[in-house]
């Protein structure tokens, strides 16, 4: 049986407007942590085997660069709002490949796992319009339609109760934590470091004092160099 392709499309803010709410704890690294954020984010999601595209929406060079040079598809953000900016990514996604499934996926989800976004692209195959909460179960760090489905982001805020009443189907599922811990504030940031984080934001994060504690470095296997569930 042939996989559906997707093509998902990931906002990057820019550097100056990323991750403010991380400033305080991160100082001078705040910049650093936004674009290794997005870089494992992206990264993970090439990994995927449904993943045929990954097409970044930006208007700063700097993550723009860092992205394209792991694969990503780069366009130019028109500065219109988060909604905007995937709708915008969204029709470069039909216009390349227009027979793949289309989803949004949020650009600070570091501890993201192949894996576990595979399960969630599956599942969301059997929907015209699905989604994936976020870990506070308030916003939303996934959203997906199929190929041909118009694609009706509603993101920002209290997103899921949006993309509900917008008809999209909640992807409710054991082991996706990664693909729902998206950082925002410190707490985020130590809760993806006990799921696991991969090479470039733990480098980042290394280098932040006082340092915020988690677990090391995970493969993107998933296994290499991190301990299992079981044994934190």
Known sequence: MQLTRWTLVVPVKTIIRAKTRLAGAAG???ADLAVALACDTVSAAL???RVHRVIVVTA???PAERLAALGAHVVT???RGLNTALRFGAAEAVRLAPADAVGALQADLPALRPAELERVLAAAEEFDQAFVPDAADVGTTFYGVRPGVPFR????GESKARHL???AKELVMDGIASVRRDVDTVEDLREALALGLPATTSAVVARIRPPITG??????DGETGVATRSER
């Not at 982001?153 to 920002?156: D, E, H, S, V």
């Not at 677990?215 to 993107?220: E, N």
């Open 77 to 79: 953000d028109p500065d």
């Open 165 to 167: 009443s917008g008809g």
């Open 215 to 220: 677990a090391a470095p995970y493969g993107r």
């Open 60 to 62: 700063d060079p700097v």
């Open 47 to 49: 990994s995927c085997p």
């Open 153 to 156: 982001p509603r993101f920002g």
């Open 28 to 30: 001078p690294y705040r």
